[in-house]
């Protein structure tokens, strides 16, 4: 039978993640916000940029990580940490070098060999749970991290169908909702905020890109990233 229909988050909320080229530590970042939702964009690399803004494609931002938990992300409670517009919705997977380039070459994952259609794919709206996941795209089989700009209707279509158990009725496919602790830069898990991912099975307009307005690949960013987190924890550890 159905599922219950799952509690719905306090709010959204927008977010960033990158880092300056001046201060090489990990950053994330807000703009202004809906009544309901936060967002969460993380940076691109200027060539990248150049070719987003020359097909006019979204583009992936960022700002500082101080900046926005210095008072723009909530502090506790369940909420959707996630770069967003009025039309898409940013979220996370980490994959091999396969099927990244294929989801990037061709804006969906249905048709790549390597891709496994039939098992359950979570997609995460947070730029640092998907880091604490991968430990920075450091993982087997996690060393490509996507941005995947997933049109703002489906993604709100996704909560509306998503459960904690079970299926939503008459209704092909199954999407999970599941809450988890937030995470910090270097990995403590926050103590108070909480965040979602979502899992998708056999939903059919994701894997075949009629939800998805845009794919870009991050990993060089995220491994970037990695490397000053893990720099700094060494020079803090020898001063120590």
């Not at 909420?79 to 061709?106: G, P, S, W």
């Not at 920075?136 to 996507?146: C, E, Y």
């Not at 056999?202 to 990233?225: K, L, N």
């Amino acid at each position: 039978g159905p599922g219950a229909a799952c509690p719905q988050p306090a709010a959204w909320h927008r977010t960033d993640a990158a880092t300056s080229s001046r201060t090489r530590r990990p950053t994330r970042t807000t703009t202004s916000t809906p009544t309901a939702m936060s967002d969460e964009s993380d940076a691109i690399d200027a060539a990248s940029g150049a070719a987003t803004a020359a097909t006019g494609a979204p583009r992936w931002r960022h700002e500082s990580y101080e900046a926005q938990v210095g008072g723009a992300w909530p502090g506790r409670g369940q909420h959707i940490l996630a770069q967003f517009d009025e039309r898409t919705v940013v979220v996370y997977q980490a994959f091999n070098a396969t099927i990244a380039a294929y989801a990037v070459r061709h804006g969906k994952f249905s048709g790549c060999a390597a891709y496994n259609a039939t098992r359950m794919t979570w997609v995460k709206p947070n730029f640092m749970w998907m880091m604490f996941r991968s430990r920075w795209a450091s993982k087997p089989a996690q060393t490509n991290v996507l941005a995947i700009f997933v049109r703002r209707a489906a993604f709100e279509r996704y909560l509306e169908l998503a459960r904690q158990r079970g299926s939503a009725r008459d209704v092909r496919g199954t999407v999970r909702l599941q809450w988890d602790p937030d995470h910090l830069p270097y990995g403590e898990r926050h103590p108070y905020r909480r965040a979602v991912q979502l899992g998708l099975r056999g939903v059919t307009s994701f894997a075949d890109g009629d939800d998805i307005e845009h794919i870009e690949d991050i990993s060089a960013f995220v491994h970037a990233q990695g490397a000053a987190l893990a720099l700094a924890k060494r020079t803090a550890a020898r001063r120590a």
